[in-house]
């Protein structure tokens, strides 16, 4: 794997759902990651600490603060960060617009590519609501679905005030494993959807844990997938050009040494086509 000082140089990183502090975290691969890459800037797209999981029992072995600590080198180093945060670590939608140690955090914002393109970067569960009962918002209007962004933004927020636990998406859509497609279609349909509204070229989010890259209605819908299970990134080149980066197979290709380091990719990093939308979404 590449060190530092010869790492890909990209314009800007994308990551989300890293899910640092829980078990299912793949913070080796990660790191190996974030050594062979380096971006002007990062956004961090939510779900990057899972505070919820860490509330109910603290999990923080070293390769996480690892983690923190290469990328604070890299803010060090003069990439700008940007978190976003996720619902997972909601917590930090108390501290929206504020600025710590050269971290920026924003609920969400745009970002203009190097090709004049601009992406509307969110995490994406302000639409969980909306995505469960498309069907009856459908048939009340626009009131509804505009209530309903509303209630889906503080329902995590008094449930953590009232020291309740956190209520899942994806234990939701387990339970209607035969319509998981439908459901990341939807999903996929509603950011973009918010991106036209936001007068965006294309949408940057995670969230379902199921990287994507392709044209929706005449918009880009890019997803950063997940560090849990298929270790995924999305890049924008110098050239504005965005690719979705599998690191399984990215890393395959570009080891120079190649049997050694794609034998310490565990087998089940499929890539997340592959593995289909129930395996994907673990833990959205
Ligand atoms: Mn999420």
Known sequence: ????????????????????????????????????????????????????????????????NDVVQKLLRKVRKGSRLVYVPGNHDEFLRDFLDMHFGGIEIQDQLLHEAADGKRYLVIHGDQFDLVVRHARWLALLGDGAYTAALFVNTHLNRLRRRLGLTYWSLSAWAKLKVKNAVNFIGRFEEFLVAEARRAGADGVICGHIHHAASREIQGLRYLNTGDWVESCTAVVEHYDGRMEVIRFAEWARASAPAGPAEAARLPGRLVPAAEAGPAAARAVA
């Open 1 to 64: 794997m590449a060190d530092d000082a010869d790492a890909l140089r990209v314009r800007t990183l994308f990551l989300s759902d890293l899910h640092l502090g829980t078990k299912g975290c793949q913070a080796e691969l990660l790191l190996d990651f974030l050594r062979a890459v380096d971006a002007d800037e990062i956004y961090l797209v939510g779900d990057i600490v899972d505070g919820w999981k860490l509330r109910a029992g603290w999990y923080w072995p070293q390769a996480h």
